[in-house]
C-alpha cells in the first residue's frame, strides 16, 4: 500500500493533470532575473533545464567520463534510470546513486504495472561543472502517472573526496533570505509563485544551485516548487550582491573553485578509459557481408539486437560478435554514445549497424511530436558526429509508440524474440527463451547493459548456426523499409 507520502505525490500529479497535463507544459517561461557573467570561461552550464525534454544541451563533458543506464523492458511499468561515472568523484558518484535507488524504490511501493496510461520513471543527469577537483552533477527526476507527471531536479556536488547536495553551499541561517531573493526573481520575471506561508516548501527552493564565476546563483525549480506544476521548470539567478552574503563556507570554496576556472583535474581523470582505450585500440575489422552476399529470402536468417547501451559490458560483446564473425545491431541511447563514443566506433568498424533508441529512454507515448523529434535527432546527431551512417532504424523504448512515432521519419523495429534477459538476468534462461521462439526471419530481443545476456551471446550463437541460421544485421534482413512502417520480422 502506498505510505502517505505517495498519496500526496498522486495528488499533486492530479493537480498538474487539472492545469492541462505536463507533456505540454510550456518550457523555462522565465529568465534569468539578471545577466550573469555570459564572458566567463569557466566550463560552466548556467542555462536552466526546460520543460520535460531530457536532451543534452548545455551538459560538458570531461575525459573518462562514464554512465551507467539501468532500465527494465516493461511498457506497463516503464523505468530508465541513467547515473553518471564522473572520473575520480566516487562520493559524487555513490550519492547520485543513492538518491537514483531512492526514486525508484519509491516509485515501485507506489505503482503498480498497468496497461493503460502507465506510471513512468526516468531517470537522467548531466555535468553543468567540472573545474579544478569541482564536479557538479544536475539529476532530473520525470515522473508520470495517469495521465500526468512532475520534473523534479536536484543539484549533486563533489570534490573528489566528498559529495554535498546543493543546499549546503548557503548558509542556514540564510536560507529564508536566500528563498525571497528567488521570489523576488521570480516575481521580477513574470512567475507568479504560491504564498510564503509553507515554510516546509522553501527547502526544495535550495536542491538546485550553480554558482556562476561572478558570483551569482542559477536557481532552477523543479515543477510545483515555488509556483504551481503549469510554469513548468524555470530558473531565477540570484545576484552576485544577494548571493555574496548568504554563501555558507562550504559555497564560498565552491565560488573560488569556480573562479579560479582551472581545467578539470581529477586525480584518476586519465585512468578511466573503457572508452578511450577502445577508441585507440586497433581492432581488425570484421568486413560487412556486402549487401546481397546474404539472401534472406532463401537462407534461414537471424537478427540478433541489442538494446540500450552501449555500456561497460558492450566491449565484450563486441569481442566476441568479432571472434565469431557475427553481425549484430545495437539500438543505442544517446546518452550512452554521449559517454562510450569509443564503443560506438568499434561497432562501425566491425560492420555492426547502428540504430536509434532515442536520447534518453523515454516512453515515447509520453512525449509531445517536439521531444520525440528531439529524442531522435539528437540521438542521429550524436551517431553522425561519430562517423555513424544513418541507419533510418528506430527502436522506441519498451516497444511502445502512438501516431506520432509513425511520423519521426524512421522505420520502427522492435522484435518477434523477447529473450525478457532484462528480467531473467540468467545466461541459460535468455537463451532458452531465444532458441525456444526463433525462426526464419526473426528479430531478436537482447540488451547488452546486462552481464548475463552478455554471457549468453556465445552459446546462443552456436547453437543458432547449429540449427542452421545466418546471422544478419536488421538491414540486411529486412533490406528496404520504409518510413513510419512497424517490422517485428522479417516476412
Ligand atoms: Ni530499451
Known amino acids: 500500500m502506498p505510505n502517505p507520502r505517495f498519496r500526496i505525490r498522486v495528488a499533486l500529479l492530479a ?3 487539472a492545469l492541462g497535463g505536463c507533456s505540454s507544459v510550456a518550457s523555462t517561461p522565465a529568465q534569468p532575473a539578471s545577466s550573469s557573467g555570459s564572458s566567463a570561461p569557466s566550463p ?5 533545464p526546460s520543460g520535460t525534454s531530457g536532451l543534452p544541451e548545455g551538459g560538458i563533458a570531461v575525459p573518462g567520463l562514464g554512465s551507467e543506464q539501468q532500465t527494465n523492458n516493461d511498457p506497463n511499468l516503464p523505468i530508465s534510470i541513467s547515473v553518471p561515472l564522473v572520473p575520480a568523484q566516487p562520493a559524487l558518484n555513490e550519492a547520485v546513486a543513492a538518491f537514483a535507488r531512492a526514486q525508484e524504490a519509491d516509485f515501485r511501493a507506489a505503482y503498480a504495472p498497468r496497461a493503460e496510461a502507465p506510471p513512468e520513471l526516468n531517470v537522467s543527469w548531466r555535468l553543468v561543472q567540472a573545474t579544478g577537483s569541482l564536479a557538479v552533477v544536475r539529476v532530473a527526476v520525470r515522473e508520470f502517472a495517469g495521465a500526468s507527471g512532475q520534473t523534479t531536479l536536484r543539484v549533486f556536488y563533489g570534490d573528489g573526496s566528498a559529495s554535498w547536495p546543493a543546499g549546503d553551499l548557503i548558509e542556514p541561517a540564510a536560507v529564508p533570505a536566500f528563498v525571497a531573493a528567488v521570489r523576488r526573481g521570480a516575481a521580477a520575471s513574470g512567475v507568479a509563485t504560491f504564498d510564503a506561508s509553507d515554510p516546509s516548501a522553501d527547502t526544495a527552493v ?3 544551485l550553480v554558482i556562476s564565476a561572478d558570483g551569482s546563483i542559477t536557481v532552477a525549480l523543479g515543477q510545483g516548487v515555488l509556483a504551481p506544476y503549469a510554469a513548468g521548470t524555470f530558473s531565477v539567478v540570484v545576484p552576485p550582491a544577494d548571493a555574496a552574503t548568504m554563501l555558507s563556507a562550504r559555497g564560498r570554496a565552491v565560488l573560488d573553485t569556480v573562479r579560479q576556472g582551472r581545467p578539470y583535474a581529477a586525480s584518476g581523470a586519465d585512468q578511466v578509459p573503457a572508452t578511450t582505450a577502445s577508441v585507440a585500440a586497433p581492432t581488425p575489422a570484421v568486413p560487412a557481408p556486402a549487401p546481397g552476399a546474404v539472401d534472406c529470402s532463401a537462407a534461414k536468417c537471424v ?7 552501449p555500456a561497460g559490458h558492450t566491449s565484450r560483446l563486441l569481442d566476441t560478435l568479432e571472434s565469431t564473425g557475427t553481425p549484430a545491431t545495437f539500438f543505442v541511447l544517446g546518452q550512452q554514445v554521449r559517454t562510450h563514443p569509443g564503443l560506438i566506433t568499434r561497432m562501425v568498424r566491425l560492420g555492426m549497424t547502428v540504430a536509434n533508441h532515442t536520447w534518453d529512454h523515454r516512453d515515447m507515448r509520453r512525449l509531445s511530436l517536439a521531444e520525440a523529434r528531439d529524442e531522435v535527432q539528437q540521438t542521429e546527431a550524436a551517431l553522425r558526429a561519430l562517423g555513424v551512417p544513418p541507419s533510418g532504424l528506430l ?3 519498451y516497444g511502445a509508440l502512438n501516431a506520432d512515432t509513425r511520423t519521426l521519419g524512421m522505420a520502427l523495429v522492435l522484435w518477434d524474440v523477447d529473450t525478457l534477459d532484462w528480467q531473467n538476468r540468467n ?3 535468455t537463451t532458452d527463451k531465444a532458441l525456444a521462439q526463433v525462426r526464419s526471419g526473426s528479430i531478436i530481443l537482447m540488451h547488452d547493459i546486462h552481464p548475463s545476456s552478455v554471457d549468453a551471446v556465445p552459446g546462443l550463437i552456436r547453437a543458432l548456426r547449429e540449427r542452421g541460421y545466418t546471422l544478419v544485421t536488421v538491414p540486411q534482413l529486412l533490406g528496404a523499409t520504409t518510413a513510419g512502417a512497424v517490422y517485428s520480422r522479417r516476412g
Not at 560552466?44 to 536552466?48: D, F, L, Y
Open 303 to 309: 537478427a540478433l539486437t541489442f538494446d540500450d547501451g
Open 44 to 48: 560552466t552550464e548556467t542555462a536552466a
Open 206 to 208: 535550495v536542491n538546485d
Open 15 to 17: 493537480t498538474t493533470l
Open 395 to 397: 527502436r522506441p523504448p
Open 427 to 429: 545466461a541459460q534462461t
